[in-house]
């Protein structure tokens, strides 16, 4: 099995780690016994309530806001090359 897996065991670790794979097993198939009907699926274990705020439109720069930056230039905006 481990050469199958690609893992390198020497003969010490080869029984240490049958073991622990045995009981990753043993606690999946307990974990499949447990009855879970009615039970709403959870997206983290502490619940949570994000503070959410109005979305409100806000009046921005615009282009005439950036008519004296250095960046603009023929009615675009120009921004410096990240990928190459």
Same mark, same amino acid.
């Given at each position: 099995?481990?050469?199958l897996?690609?893992?390198h065991l020497h003969d010490d670790e080869i029984q240490s780690t049958q073991k622990t794979l045995n009981e990753i097993v043993e606690y999946v198939e307990a974990l499949q016994k447990v009855n879970i009907? +009615?039970?709403?699926p959870m997206t983290?274990?502490?619940p949570m309530e994000l503070p959410l705020r109005e979305?409100?439109?806000k009046p921005g720069v615009g282009?005439?806001?950036?008519? +004296?930056?250095?960046g603009y230039e023929d +009615?675009?905006?120009?921004?410096p090359?990240?990928?190459?």
């Open positions: 099995m481990s050469r897996a690609r893992l009907d +009615g039970i709403e983290h274990a502490v979305d409100i439109e282009r005439e806001g950036l008519l +004296g930056s250095s +009615g675009l905006i120009r921004v090359k990240i990928i190459e």
